[in-house]
């Protein structure tokens, strides 16, 4: 299983743009990249996957360079309600058995007014 | 369209009551898994189930049993519950396009 780096925590201000970078220097050929959003006292829920490039949807954009050892998830214009734990999980989801992710820690972003 | 259903919401054992935590499924997902969540931290896996009729250990499975009563259904079982299970309990199911999660299980043992 690929091992996850990211920063503890952020800070932003509503209306910019936030990054969040995800180090995984093992990632392995068949892995994805996927990110998960979690609020206080609710269970995380995805936001975005990807394998290669950028991928977008309408609540964030995904970008992996070529060599696929980092991630940056990007949430454009973040507002006060964005204030949650982003995790980075990497794993090979196209196998049938179970995925066995492992939750780092994740980023905690704050939103500040 | 309900997704992954937990119940109950929030409970209190004293030290070495017994429960069962109840996960239900809609998605006709195949994985199934308990995992838990202690203050500031991230998930920890309990258990999971690759499928109906088998279960496997996770990270943390002292103290737990399982059971996956069919494709729907994963229940986590305290046999004798402690203070240091006091948490809060997530189960989730997955398929290819990624894990969806109930809202928890808020459990203190006092």
């Known amino acids: 299983l690929a091992k996850t780096t990211q920063p503890i925590s952020m800070d932003s201000y509503e209306g910019q743009e936030v990054n969040i970078t995800c180090s995984h220097n093992?990632?392995?050929?068949?892995?994805?990249i996927t990110w998960y959003q979690q609020f206080p006292s609710q269970g995380p829920r995805f936001i975005i996957q990807?394998?290669?490039t950028k991928v977008t949807n309408e609540v964030a954009s995904l970008f992996i360079p070529a060599d696929r050892k980092s991630s940056t998830l990007s949430l454009p214009r973040v507002s006060l309600s964005d204030t949650a734990v982003y995790y980075c999980?990497?794993?090979?989801?196209?196998?049938?058995?179970?995925?066995?992710?492992?939750f780092g820690s994740g980023t905690q972003l704050t939103v500040l007014p | 369209n309900a997704g992954v259903t937990q119940t109950p919401k929030f409970q209190v054992l004293k030290t070495g009551q017994s429960m069962t935590l109840q996960c239900a499924q809609d998605m006709n997902h195949n994985s199934m898994y308990w995992y838990r969540q202690d203050p500031g931290m991230g998930l920890r896996l309990i258990y999971y189930s690759a499928s109906e009729g088998t279960t496997d250990k996770g990270e943390v499975p002292n103290g737990y049993n399982v059971s996956r009563l069919n494709k729907r259904e994963f229940s986590l079982r305290l046999e004798s519950a402690a203070p240091s299970q006091t948490s809060v309990y997530f189960c989730?199911?997955?398929?290819?396009?990624?894990?969806?999660f109930g809202s928890g299980t808020r459990l203190t043992v006092v």
């Open positions: 990807g394998y290669k």
């Open positions: 989730a199911s997955s398929d290819m396009g990624g894990y969806t």
């Open positions: 999980l990497v794993g090979d989801i196209s196998s049938g058995s179970a995925r066995q992710l492992t």
């Open positions: 093992n990632i392995a050929t068949n892995d994805y």
